[in-house]
């Protein structure tokens, strides 16, 4: 969800405010995504790499989290999304810990859209905590094959993305579901992310559905 600090600035107001108004525009995304008939949608929130970020910007991104569960979860839960958590909770406050926790336990049982929230993830970091798990494993009879080292992901229930959309002009991966989009088709927007409306989505399905998705393969002849 990129933009946010820019398009704060070329307004005259300070990051933050930007990333206020980016999860402002949460809801109404999930509810396009939903409308199109999407079944799962994730949204890298905050990496690992972003504890680098200026103390205050960290803190009020934090925040803003615990905000925007208080905020949201009753309505999300009304409208039948279900909520889950992709990354590590390592770090946050064991008040955040909770929330974070709580919001998955009220909504795990919803059938409308799964929203993957990843905040404080990392592909990288990831693909290593499955590792050691399965060095934990290293006594099990089975060899490790590619649906083995899935299931010990954060995704573990969930399907590899169809698409992945980054906006703000973006076109690095920035260590966002490194295993899980090996065959993703990637669009990038240089919308920011607080004004990624419903235009915008519609601009993003279209292009994928004019792609040609072969996995390797050749598309056969009629």
Same mark, same amino acid.
Request: glycine share 8%.
């Given at each position: 969800? %990129? +933009?946010?600090?820019?398009?704060? /600035?070329? @307004?005259? *107001?300070?990051?933050?405010?930007?990333? =206020?108004?980016? &999860?402002?525009?949460?809801?109404?995304?999930?509810?396009?995504?939903?409308?199109?008939?999407?079944?799962?949608?994730?949204?890298?929130?905050?990496?690992?790499?972003?504890?680098?970020?200026?103390?205050?910007?960290?803190?009020?991104?934090?925040?803003?989290?615990?905000?925007?569960?208080?905020?949201?979860?009753?309505?999300?839960?009304?409208?039948?999304?279900?909520?889950?958590?992709?990354?590590?909770? %390592? +770090?946050?406050?064991?008040?955040? /810990?909770? @929330?974070? *926790?709580?919001?998955?336990?009220?909504? =795990?049982?919803? &059938?409308?859209?799964?929203?993957?929230?990843?905040?404080?993830?990392?592909?990288?970091?990831?693909?290593?905590?499955?590792?050691?798990?399965?060095?934990?494993?290293?006594?099990?009879?089975?060899?490790?094959?590619?649906?083995?080292?899935?299931?010990?992901?954060?995704?573990?229930?969930?399907?590899?993305?169809?698409?992945?959309?980054?906006?703000?002009?973006?076109?690095?991966?920035?260590?966002?579901?490194?295993?899980?989009?090996?065959?993703?088709?990637?669009?990038?927007?240089?919308?920011?992310?607080?004004?990624?409306?419903?235009?915008?989505?519609?601009?993003?399905?279209?292009?994928?559905?004019?792609?040609?998705?072969?996995?390797?393969?050749?598309?056969?002849?009629?």
């Amino acid at each position: 969800m %990129d +933009g946010n600090g820019r398009w704060a /600035q070329e @307004r005259g *107001l300070p990051r933050l405010q930007g990333h =206020r108004a980016g &999860t402002e525009n949460i809801r109404k995304v999930i509810s396009s995504f939903a409308g199109h008939g999407v079944r799962y949608l994730t949204l890298y929130a905050f990496s690992v790499e972003n504890w680098r970020r200026p103390r205050a910007e960290v803190q009020g991104l934090l925040s803003l989290l615990g905000e925007v569960i208080d905020r949201e979860v009753g309505n999300l839960h009304r409208e039948g999304v279900k909520l889950n958590h992709l990354g590590t909770l %390592d +770090g946050l406050s064991t008040r955040l /810990q909770k @929330r974070v *926790l709580s919001a998955m336990d009220r909504t =795990r049982n919803n &059938t409308g859209i799964s929203l993957n929230l990843a905040f404080n993830y990392g592909g990288r970091q990831e693909i290593l905590m499955a590792v050691n798990k399965l060095l934990e494993q290293a006594n099990s009879p089975h060899p490790v094959d590619e649906a083995m080292f899935s299931r010990t992901l954060y995704t573990a229930d969930v399907p590899d993305p169809d698409l992945i959309i980054r906006t703000a002009g973006e076109l690095r991966m920035s260590n966002f579901l490194l295993w899980q989009s090996a065959y993703s088709e990637y669009y990038s927007t240089s919308t920011y992310w607080p004004d990624f409306n419903e235009e915008a989505i519609e601009a993003a399905l279209q292009a994928y559905s004019l792609r040609q998705r072969r996995f390797g393969g050749l598309k056969q002849r009629q």
